[in-house]
């Protein structure tokens, strides 16, 4: 079936520092995937809508500068954290839709 | 907007016995896609079940089933003869069915514990 593969699977970063979290569907092509937020014992939360080819959609309030996405390929879309800092810590999860949402397997983002 | 609730934080249950689990939305659309997601401890979204809208007839996979009432806008998730690996954090998920309609819009979840 189909899967969506997302790396790192964690990752500690310096507070300041930028990281970048790539989310792939392997055996499909994803005009659109989805980032999620999820801090602990928490629901998951809709950050944007990446889309191939054009700009992400962000939900409100979410800063567009720090949580920068590019979606270049039908394949990959990426999440990078510009500049952060320890309340960026939380879980991040990629989606892709086909028939149904394939989900990646997570990022753990600890800021130090 | 759409919102979905789970009043239920926490629930338990015996190992083989059966638990049904909360939910309820609000949207003003008539056609949309209803869905139970499991997250066991790995933290891997799981799906368990779907439901669409337009189908009067509650959706079943096994061990799982709903029963979906529209008029009430409630959406409930029932386990039958539960096991341990059962064990998990659901979440229930609304999706518009249209054309842009691909992103869910969360529950807050429900922690299920199984004891042995």
């Known amino acids: 079936g189909a899967v969506v593969s997302q790396h790192p699977s964690w990752v500690i970063c310096k507070s300041g520092t930028s990281v970048k979290i790539e989310c792939r569907s392997l055996?499909?092509?994803?005009?659109?995937m989805f980032w999620y937020r999820q801090f602990p014992k928490q629901s998951l939360m809709l950050m944007a809508t990446?889309?191939?080819?054009?700009?992400?959609?962000?939900e409100q309030g979410v800063e567009k500068d720090k949580f920068l996405i590019n979606h270049a390929s039908l394949t990959l879309s990426t999440l990078t954290v510009t500049s952060a800092h320890p309340e960026d810590s939380s879980f991040y999860i990629c989606s892709a839709p086909r028939e149904k949402l394939f989900f990646g397997s997570g990022t753990q983002l600890s800021v130090l | 907007a759409q919102t979905v609730t789970q009043s239920q934080p926490e629930m338990s249950v015996q190992e083989a016995e059966t638990v049904t689990l909360s939910c309820t939305y609000d949207t003003s659309e008539s056609d949309y896609y209803l869905f139970w997601y499991k997250q066991p401890p790995s933290r891997q979204m799981i799906l368990v079940i779907r439901?669409?809208?337009?189908?009067?007839q509650n959706a079943t996979e096994n061990r799982f089933s709903v029963n979906f009432q529209k008029a009430a806008k409630s959406f409930s998730l029932k386990i039958s003869d539960s096991q341990l690996g059962d064990a998990a954090m659901y979440f229930c998920?609304?999706?518009?069915?249209?054309?842009?309609?691909?992103?869910?819009?969360f529950g807050e979840g429900t922690q299920l514990t199984v004891n042995p």
């Open positions: 990446s889309n191939e080819g054009s700009k992400a959609t962000y």
């Open positions: 055996d499909f092509q994803a005009t659109t």
């Open positions: 439901q669409e809208a337009y189908k009067q």
């Open positions: 998920a609304y999706r518009s069915a249209d054309a842009r309609g691909s992103r869910l819009t």
